[in-house]
């Protein structure tokens, strides 16, 4: 009888990209053809959790002590949130702060140091980066994967001007980026976003879509389908999304929908029309909880908008 | 698409022959469920007699027979047809061997029965999924072809996923 890895070999692909990455990595370990199938395969090697985010505390200087961390698959959705802990430093996980996700990897910082860790939770593998040396220094993160040097970056920046870039030595996860190759962090309080080019390191002041937003009000930057997006929450529970049509233009900025959590009832989330960009509707995941404040979290690279309320 | 056995729509009979020179008559609607046919007839047209010389006739008679019961069930236009569909795939896949996984697998992908293909390729990953390399080993009769120290190798590198 033939071995049923006769099989051609895009046949095989098709069954292991319906692994877990763990299973993937097994199989790798069968035989010779099936570590030289998953070794070549771009589709197999990109598959690690993809969209990753903790709750953030900016302004907080006390961490929460049950720091938790969502991430969610390729294919699973939003109804299915894998919780992972962070993993432990020296100085304890309670004081990590997750500052962005790129590629299934993760920036951490010490909350007292700014210490900054890359963490892949798929592979557990933690990296300490360098010190950037300026104790009691407040830093803002900007986080992402630089295609052209096939690396992350980590962009530290102080207030008000104080700019460190910080290339990392992180050659085991050569992953591509699928399109977006610019992290935007935010500086809500002047109503400025600051762009970084991550290919050709150059910043790039561009305005926030609403231009006086409040100290309490919750800001959240990220890519709605291709679109820069902003997803503001002004009152509690009323969260704005709003979305650049033109990529650098700051008039191009268009509200594209609010919506009043307070008043959406969970058994029948209402449907939202992003047009002319596209439609979604609103899902209730078991963390969200109705009459309650939102906090905007992150956008998914799957057109989907993560809020958080304020049981977490 | 309201069609039952008592209206006179007539349904059009397609003759596909294996390789093997088995043939088999087959209402349109039920071979259409394979890509690779749906196109032919929507290419030649008039074509009733399609030769398939890449399958045999053990296989495509399966196949067709998945097909069939899939087109069916999707007549009868009720959500309780996902979950007679669901039943019959499982019933379905249950008790294939290798062999025959290997062998409908080739015919469905040559066919372009997507839906065929995903069933079976999630019933194999299911003979994978969270098993150890000794077991995926044993189950498809394979042998290690490692030299000495390559396979420790792998597993250092990623002793994470061997936990």
């Given at each position: 009888m033939t071995c049923f890895f006769d099989i051609p070999d895009k046949i095989i692909v098709e069954i292991l990209l319906r692994l877990d990455i763990k299973s993937i990595i097994r199989f790798k370990c069968v035989s010779k053809s099936s570590k030289s199938l998953i070794g070549h395969d771009p589709r197999l090697k990109r598959k690690v959790p993809y969209i990753m985010f903790g709750k953030r505390q900016e302004d907080d200087p006390r961490p929460c002590p049950h720091e938790k961390l969502f991430s969610y698959g390729h294919f699973s959705n939003f109804r299915m949130p894998v919780l992972r802990r962070l993993p432990l430093v020296e100085s304890g996980s309670d004081s990590l702060i997750v500052e962005g996700s790129d590629n299934g990897v993760l920036c951490l910082s010490e909350f007292r140091t700014s210490i900054v860790y890359l963490w892949n939770p798929t592979t557990r593998e933690l990296k300490k980066l360098p010190s950037p040396n300026c104790p009691n220094t407040q830093f803002r993160f900007g986080f992402g994967y630089d295609s052209l040097t096939n690396d992350f970056k980590v962009i530290m920046i102080s207030s008000p001007f104080g700019i460190i870039v910080n290339p990392t030595p992180m050659g085991m996860y050569k992953l591509r980026l699928l399109r977006c190759c610019e992290w935007i962090c935010p500086l809500a309080?002047?109503?400025?976003?600051?762009?970084?080019?991550?290919?050709?390191?150059?910043?790039?002041?561009?305005?926030?879509?609403?231009?006086?937003?409040?100290?309490?009000?919750?800001?959240?930057?990220?890519?709605?389908?291709?679109?820069?997006?902003?997803?503001?929450?002004?009152?509690?529970?009323?969260?704005?999304?709003?979305?650049?049509?033109?990529?650098?233009?700051?008039?191009?900025?268009?509200?594209?929908?609010?919506?009043?959590?307070?008043?959406?009832?969970?058994?029948?989330?209402?449907?939202?029309?992003?047009?002319?960009?596209?439609?979604?509707?609103?899902?209730?995941?078991?963390?969200?909880?109705?009459?309650?404040?939102?906090?905007?979290?992150?956008?998914?690279?799957?057109?989907?908008?993560?809020?958080?309320?304020?049981?977490? | 698409m309201s069609s039952s056995s008592t209206t006179t729509?007539?349904?059009?009979?397609?003759?596909?022959?294996?390789?093997?020179?088995?043939?088999?008559?087959?209402?349109?609607?039920?071979?259409?469920?394979?890509?690779?046919?749906?196109?032919?007839?929507?290419?030649?047209?008039?074509?009733?007699?399609?030769?398939?010389?890449?399958?045999?006739?053990?296989?495509?008679?399966?196949?067709?027979?998945?097909?069939?019961?899939?087109?069916?069930?999707?007549?009868?236009?009720?959500?309780?047809?996902?979950?007679?569909?669901?039943?019959?795939?499982?019933?379905?896949?249950?008790?294939?061997?290798?062999?025959?996984?290997?062998?409908?697998?080739?015919?469905?992908?040559?066919?372009?029965?997507?839906?065929?293909?995903?069933?079976?390729?999630?019933?194999?990953?299911?003979?994978?999924?969270?098993?150890?390399?000794?077991?995926?080993?044993?189950?498809?009769?394979?042998?290690?072809?490692?030299?000495?120290?390559?396979?420790?190798?792998?597993?250092?590198?990623?002793?994470?996923?061997?936990e």
């Amino acid at each position: 009888m033939t071995c049923f890895f006769d099989i051609p070999d895009k046949i095989i692909v098709e069954i292991l990209l319906r692994l877990d990455i763990k299973s993937i990595i097994r199989f790798k370990c069968v035989s010779k053809s099936s570590k030289s199938l998953i070794g070549h395969d771009p589709r197999l090697k990109r598959k690690v959790p993809y969209i990753m985010f903790g709750k953030r505390q900016e302004d907080d200087p006390r961490p929460c002590p049950h720091e938790k961390l969502f991430s969610y698959g390729h294919f699973s959705n939003f109804r299915m949130p894998v919780l992972r802990r962070l993993p432990l430093v020296e100085s304890g996980s309670d004081s990590l702060i997750v500052e962005g996700s790129d590629n299934g990897v993760l920036c951490l910082s010490e909350f007292r140091t700014s210490i900054v860790y890359l963490w892949n939770p798929t592979t557990r593998e933690l990296k300490k980066l360098p010190s950037p040396n300026c104790p009691n220094t407040q830093f803002r993160f900007g986080f992402g994967y630089d295609s052209l040097t096939n690396d992350f970056k980590v962009i530290m920046i102080s207030s008000p001007f104080g700019i460190i870039v910080n290339p990392t030595p992180m050659g085991m996860y050569k992953l591509r980026l699928l399109r977006c190759c610019e992290w935007i962090c935010p500086l809500a309080l002047i109503g400025l976003l600051v762009a970084f080019n991550l290919n050709t390191e150059i910043f790039k002041l561009m305005e926030s879509p609403q231009q006086h937003i409040t100290r309490d009000s919750e800001q959240s930057i990220g890519k709605l389908s291709e679109y820069l997006s902003s997803m503001t929450r002004r009152t509690p529970g009323l969260i704005e999304i709003w979305v650049m049509k033109e990529y650098g233009i700051s008039d191009s900025w268009i509200k594209q929908v609010k919506v009043d959590l307070t008043k959406c009832s969970i058994n029948s989330p209402p449907d939202i029309k992003l047009s002319p960009f596209q439609s979604f509707s609103l899902q209730w995941s078991s963390f969200l909880h109705p009459y309650k404040d939102f906090y905007p979290i992150a956008f998914g690279n799957n057109g989907y908008v993560l809020i958080c309320s304020d049981s977490y | 698409m309201s069609s039952s056995s008592t209206t006179t729509t007539t349904t059009r009979l397609l003759m596909l022959k294996a390789s093997d020179g088995v043939t088999f008559e087959v209402e349109e609607a039920v071979a259409t469920k394979l890509g690779a046919i749906n196109n032919m007839v929507e290419e030649e047209g008039s074509e009733d007699l399609i030769c398939l010389p890449n399958v045999n006739g053990k296989f495509l008679g399966m196949v067709l027979e998945w097909c069939k019961k899939h087109a069916n069930n999707n007549t009868n236009s009720d959500k309780g047809n996902d979950e007679v569909n669901k039943w019959w795939d499982k019933e379905f896949v249950m008790d294939l061997d290798q062999n025959t996984l290997y062998h409908l697998l080739m015919a469905a992908d040559y066919l372009s029965g997507t839906e065929l293909v995903d069933l079976l390729t999630e019933k194999v990953a299911s003979m994978i999924r969270g098993k150890k390399v000794e077991e995926i080993r044993e189950t498809f009769k394979i042998k290690s072809d490692f030299l000495p120290g390559q396979e420790e190798e792998i597993r250092k590198k990623n002793s994470w996923a061997f936990e």
